[in-house]
């Protein structure tokens, strides 16, 4: 079964510093995806970035990036320049079996101004 | 483009009531799920609906129950509600069945509190 692992419940940054958020994955699939998510303090959970595991380079979303270090089974969420509306929940995600989602636990970032 | 919406927003009940909530999907989607999200935990899975047919579930007793509709809107029904059912719940939306690249897209949830 696929497991998703989030290590750091909560983090603080300086504004305009750089955080790398950890994930770690389980599966056994030969062929996954991995997503990020953005959960404000709203409750909406918004999209940042997908990497799949045949991707030959690393994902990137305008200021986001995806370290993908396959071997080790990473997925961690780079931000670059933070900003204090980058403070929320991230969530790092894969697809399990049964049609549904599998989340970690959840990172909660505070940008510091 | 429409993003997904959910009503409502927010929902007191008292302990068990009937709840529906519901959802519309992103425009150019035919796949719906819903979570459920309780206060600092990731979401949990409770069922998934393509092209009106309940098409996964996660462990969820059978008073939890939905539909999905022509137009691919959907409903999520709990039954007989227990205190335990206070959660964030969050539909999402995606073009297909889940294939590794495919994106699910969430709406801005229903806060239900039940007392």
């Known amino acids: 079964a696929q497991k998703i692992t989030q290590t750091q419940p909560g983090m603080f940054v300086q504004e305009k510093e750089a955080v790398t958020l950890d994930c770690t994955y389980d599966?056994?699939?030969?062929?996954?995806?991995l997503f990020w998510y953005k959960q404000p303090s709203s409750g909406e959970m918004i999209f940042l970035i997908y990497?799949?595991?045949?991707d030959q380079q690393n994902a990137t979303e305008g200021r986001y990036s995806l370290n993908f270090q396959k071997a080790r089974k990473s997925a961690n969420l780079v931000i670059s320049a933070s900003q204090l509306g980058d403070s929320a929940m991230y969530f790092c995600?894969?697809?399990?079996?049964?049609?549904?989602?599998?989340w970690g636990a959840g990172t909660k970032l505070i940008i510091k101004p | 483009e429409t993003g997904v919406t959910q009503s409502p927003t927010h929902l007191i009940k008292t302990r068990g009531q009937q709840v529906t909530l519901r959802c519309s999907s992103q425009s150019g989607h035919n796949t719906v799920s819903w979570y459920q999200q309780a206060l600092g935990q990731g979401p949990q899975f409770i069922f998934q609906y393509y092209r009106e047919e309940e098409n996964g579930r996660g462990n969820f007793p059978p008073r939890f129950s939905g539909l999905q509709f022509p137009n691919y809107s959907s409903e999520l029904n709990v039954n007989a509600l227990e205190l335990d059912d206070s959660a964030l719940y969050l539909c999402?939306?995606?073009?297909?069945?889940?294939?590794?690249?495919?994106?699910?897209?969430f709406g801005p949830g229903t806060r239900l509190l039940v007392l």
């Open positions: 990497q799949g595991s045949y």
């Open positions: 995600a894969m697809w399990g079996s049964n049609y549904q989602l599998i």
């Open positions: 599966t056994s699939d030969p062929s996954y995806g």
């Open positions: 999402a939306s995606s073009q297909g069945l889940a294939g590794i690249e495919e994106t699910q897209y």
